[in-house]
């Protein structure tokens, strides 16, 4: 009974942490990228971004540095696409985020 529980609790923990961010998280158009109603943010490393910039005027702020951030300052105020490598990379970015922010979170990928 008690096994049933824990097993049920950290099956939850584990949708709501982990899963739940991850299937949120929608691709974002590029055609039409509007300044004014998205933040957009670079959670590749700073030596990728510089590389391979954005076509579009990004805050680069690593994904290694992304909780630290949120929790010294405000990131943004409107919609968030977040700039990663990888879909992964996008949604544990997208777990940090959505513990500072209700804004809707998109994400592109950067190969």
Do not use: H
Not at 14 to 21: A, E, T
Not at 44 to 59: A, E, G, I, L, W
Not at 64 to 82: A, F, G, H, N
């Amino acid at each position: 009974m008690i096994w049933g529980i824990i097993l049920f609790v950290v099956a939850v923990y584990i949708f709501f942490s982990y899963l739940l961010p991850y299937l949120k998280l929608k691709a974002f158009q590029q055609e039409a990228v509007d300044q004014n109603l998205y933040c957009m943010i670079d959670v590749r490393d700073y030596q990728s971004s510089y590389r391979d910039p954005f076509p579009v005027m990004t805050k680069n702020i690593p994904l290694s540095y992304l909780s630290r951030t949120t929790k010294e300052e405000e990131i943004c105020d409107r919609d968030i696409v977040v700039i990663a490598e990888s879909k992964y990379g996008a949604a544990m970015a997208a777990r940090i985020l959505k513990r500072k922010t209700d804004k809707f979170i998109y994400y592109v990928t950067v190969t």
